[in-house]
């Protein structure tokens, strides 16, 4: 009986193994870029893509403050222009996924498509700043940056916001 | 005559219980980086931690169904799952207990909102499947039943 108890252990604990390991390896490209915060940076200018087949990489808080400390990001909001009006990272573009047809030319015309891009919207669970992202990769945008913790995060960091409702 | 109706009974609950998670492990497969994102919003894991649940969970679900569905180690199968499902129930009740409002990240990733509580009760429906499945299953490497 124990003999058969520690052999289904054994059974189960191989299953499980196996298949961890084929998910890593499966994602081991996401799981080395989301381990070293690392994303890459075009030496080239960006062609335009048809394609949403480059990944985009997500990125943390910190990672996400220290590209605004040092200016070198331009933050994209994907949510809602009235949530954005009320309070948004400071210095953030509003680019509401719900119309980004429309708003894109003026868009393209005030940010360069060298530019890192840090997309976030209304934190983990939302997904307009992948949608966007995805959208923006195939205007041209190359460096995209996908900031899951959204405004909620950075909110909660004490990170610098402005809006109408502060 | 009753051992046939047992026998059509486990197959249903097996291959079933195999669609479901074959099922959540695909969507999740198909889609990490928001998975992760679910795993996230939970918030009990630091940053790269939720990456790698997201790399290898949705796995070792899709292994789960899979075995099920081809009747390969099912009592082992039946063992994960029944486990994954305790855990699963935990966590959304440690959602509940500390009042966050998050979609429960089980199946598609992103859109409506499925409440804790219903996910509660679903998972418990797994886990009693997974459970008779584990009791009730006989040793063998591939099940017909």
Partial sequence: MKEKSKKLFFEMTVIVLLAAITGIAWNHRL????????????????EISTTTGAEMMPVGLMQVKDLFDRKEAVFVDARENSVFSQAHIANALSLPLANVDSALPMFQQKVPYSSILILYCSGYGCHDSKDLGKKLQTKGYQQILIFEGGFPEWQSAGFPIEGADL | MRIKTK?????????????????????KIRDPIAFAGSVAAYKLLPYFLNYLVAATIPWVEAACGLFLIVGFRVRAVAGITAAM????????????????????????????????????????????????????????RFSYR
């Fill in chain 2, 85 to 140: 499902n305790i855990l699963f129930i935990f966590l959304l009740a440690s959602t509940i207990v500390r009042g966050l409002d998050i979609d429960c990240g089980c199946f598609r990733q992103g859109g409506a909102k499925t409440s804790a509580w219903i996910a509660i009760m679903r998972d418990i429906v797994f886990l009693a499947t997974a459970l008779i499945l584990f009791t009730e299953q006989k040793e063998r």
């Fill in chain 2, 7 to 27: 026998h059509y009974f486990l197959l249903t609950l097996r291959v079933g219980l195999g669609l479901v998670f074959i099922y959540a492990g695909i969507l």
């Fill in chain 1, 31 to 46: 799981l080395r870029d989301a381990y070293t915060g690392k994303y890459a940076i075009a030496k080239t200018p960006p």
